[in-house]
C-alpha cells in the first residue's frame, strides 16, 4: 500500500527547534518531489518546501533560512528540520508526493503531524 | 508571488450542481490542481492538469480552466461531498513554488 507516515510533531517553545519525519511505504521518495505543506489551525494550505528526485531543494519565505528539507534513501524518510521556530509556524505539518506522471500535484498525502509553537 | 483566489463558501441542494471557482492572472496558462479536505482529514487530489480524475474519484467531479478562471465542477451533489476545496497551480516563474488558493468551504443543504 502507498502511504506516507509522519511523526515528530509536539510542543516547543518559540526559538525551539523540531525535526519532523516522514516514512514512505509502497514507493520511493528519492524517486519522486516531495514536499512538506502546512496548515494552521482553522486557516488554508501552505507550501512550506520541496526536495526533487535530484535533490534539489526550494523553500517559501515564510521558513527560508530556518528550515531543512531532507531524505534518506536508505530509510525511504523525508525529514524537516525546523529551527527558531515562531508561533505563526504553529500548523499541522504534512508530506505529500508529487509524482513522477505529474509532479506539479500532490497524490499521496501523510495524516499529518501537529507543531505547536507556545511559551 | 502568485495569488490564487476563492469564494469562501458556496451552498448547493443535494442533486444539484456546485461550481467552484478559482481566480489568477492568466491562469488558463497553467495546469491547475484541485484537493477535497474533509474536517480533520489530510487533503485528497480530486483533479489534475485542469481536468484529470485519479482512479478512484467519482466522475460527477469535473474541472476547466480559461482566461482568469479556474472552475471545479461537482454535479449530483452528495452530503459526502460536503468539506473544503483548495486549488493549486506550479509557479515556476523563479524558484519553483507550489501555490493554494484561500480554499472553498462547500456546505450541501
Known amino acids: 500500500e502507498v502511504q506516507l507516515v509522519e511523526s515528530g510533531g509536539g510542543l516547543i517553545q518559540p526559538g525551539g527547534s523540531l525535526r519532523l519525519s516522514c516514512a514512505a511505504s509502497g514507493f520511493t521518495v528519492s524517486s519522486n518531489y516531495m514536499s512538506w505543506v502546512r496548515q494552521a489551525p482553522g486557516k488554508g494550505l501552505e507550501w512550506v518546501s520541496v526536495i526533487y528526485s535530484g535533490g534539489s531543494t526550494y523553500y517559501a519565505d515564510s521558513v527560508k533560512g530556518r528550515f531543512t528539507i531532507s531524505r534518506d534513501n536508505s530509510k525511504n524518510t523525508l525529514y524537516l528540520q525546523m529551527n527558531s521556530l515562531r508561533a505563526e509556524d504553529t500548523a499541522v505539518y504534512y508530506c505529500a508526493r508529487a509524482p513522477l506522471d505529474y509532479p506539479e500535484a500532490f497524490d499521496i498525502w501523510g495524516q499529518g503531524t501537529m507543531v505547536t509553537v507556545s511559551s | 508571488s502568485y495569488v490564487l483566489t476563492q469564494p469562501p463558501s458556496v451552498s448547493v441542494a443535494p442533486g444539484k450542481t456546485a461550481r467552484i471557482t478559482c481566480g489568477g492572472n492568466n491562469i488558463g496558462s497553467k495546469s491547475v490542481h484541485w484537493y477535497q479536505q474533509k474536517p480533520g482529514q489530510a487533503p485528497v487530489l480530486v483533479i489534475y492538469?485542469?481536468?484529470d480524475r485519479p482512479s478512484g474519484i467519482p466522475e460527477r467531479f469535473s474541472g476547466s480552466n480559461s482566461g482568469n478562471t479556474a472552475t471545479l465542477t461537482i454535479s449530483r451533489v452528495e452530503a459526502g461531498d460536503e468539506a473544503d476545496y483548495y486549488c493549486?497551480?506550479?509557479?515556476?516563474?523563479?524558484?519553483?513554488?507550489?501555490?493554494f488558493g484561500t480554499g472553498t468551504k462547500v456546505t450541501v443543504l
Open positions: 492538469y485542469d481536468s
Open positions: 493549486q497551480v506550479w509557479d515556476s516563474s523563479s524558484d519553483p513554488d507550489y501555490v
